[in-house]
């Protein structure tokens, strides 16, 4: 069981693009909080936003009204809806979360990755 991040790829700026990240290789899991890291060659890994586990939201400045996280009502899948994107905001972005299933309980999961890359 691990986390997986889907959505990157090339779009240009002021595109939107939507990340998700779900539990692959379980049946049933519920993500209890959860947040996305990104990563840019050269630089650190930075915090972008996170999601409790009774749904409140925190955005990082750089992204602040033009970001969301949010999660679906089965707790299966956390979002990362990007508007108005920069190219700054290239760079893998990661998901991380507290996920519980049948059969590991509950544990702390990282996810792949995913590109985003943005065109001027």
């Known amino acids: 069981v691990q986390l997986q991040a889907y959505g990157g790829g090339l779009v240009q700026a002021g595109g939107s693009l939507r990340l998700s990240c779900a539990a692959a290789?379980?049946?049933?899991?519920?993500?209890?909080?959860a947040d996305w890291s990104r990563q840019s060659p050269g630089n650190p890994r930075e915090a972008v936003a996170t999601?409790?586990?009774?749904?409140?939201?925190d955005v990082a400045d750089a992204v602040a009204g033009r970001f969301a996280i949010s999660r679906d009502g089965a707790k299966k899948t956390v979002y990362l809806e990007m508007n108005n994107l920069k190219p700054e905001d290239t760079g893998v972005y990661y998901c991380?979360?507290?996920?519980?299933?049948?059969?590991?309980?509950?544990?702390?999961?990282w996810g792949q990755g995913t590109l985003v890359t943005v065109s001027s």
């Open positions: 991380h979360g507290n996920v519980w299933t049948p059969s590991t309980g509950s544990v702390d999961m």
């Open positions: 999601i409790g586990s009774g749904g409140a939201t």
């Open positions: 290789g379980t049946s049933w899991s519920v993500i209890n909080f």
